[in-house]
């Protein structure tokens, strides 16, 4: 199961971080998006990113000119036909990603592998409205990609032993470190994460302390990298609140409750740093 040609459905934050990443470790890399504005936004941010690594030194220019030489777009699914690994990077949501994966278990050549980059829901759910179950499974990466070195493998019971290792030797050739997650929702990281950043919105929400205050706590106190709710505003509110009902629904678990707080701040459009405002405010930045 050698991987040459990989695609990638989506180029949105994540979408375009797992194909800048592809192209860069020299795989010819297809990336799809649903129509010609989100594609050259994604591109560009690629483009951005690569810019950037060569203009702090970096990166050299040559390796940003092979990159983007690896790179095409495209609005049509059908132009995946002759990957050997697509990884699917759409919205965090059931139904659209099984018309995604039917879709693509009939264009793409039998031998080729289909993974999703969901970030809590069961494979085995996405690979039931496909044909090719063994060779279906989850590759979640983290975000920012190409600064994150992390990527849970979520093998389902189907995924066969041939399946696992293509695509745990593609991970590593990419400079990543694999974990294996058994196939249940919220795999690894968010099923300990998102708790914590319920926890941290309920602090807000109680009035124990400020975001700021918060956030600093746990940075200089427990040697975090991020406060909960800077991780928050970064991730983006929207995100984590899916997640947060795709763990309740899974488990019926009290601590996967969303905080009012958060579903109300996702109501009012304040979805973190990606729409200007979430626990802090991004506008005079973006301006």
Sequence with gaps: MAIRD??????????SGIAQVSAQKGYRTVVREVDDARLKTGLDRI???L?????????AQEEMDRTLANLRGTTTLADLKDCDLVVEAVVENLAEKRKVFAELD???KPSAILASNTSSIPIASMASATGRVDRILGLHFMNPVPLMKLVEIVRPEAASAGTYEAARAFVES???TAVTAKDTAGFIVNLLL?????????AVERGLATPADIDTAMKLGCGMPMGPLELLDFVGLDTTLSILDILKEAFKDPRYEAPPLLRRMVAEGKAGKKAGRGFYDYSKAKA
């Design 194 to 202: 998102v708790p914590y950043l319920g926890e941290a919105v309920r």
């Design 106 to 108: 009939r264009v793409c």
């Design 174 to 176: 990419l400079g990543k």
């Design 51 to 59: 810019a950037e690594g060569v203009r702090r030194g970096k990166l």
């Design 6 to 15: 990989v695609g990638v459905v989506g180029c949105g934050l994540m979408g």
């Design 47 to 49: 483009r951005a990113f």
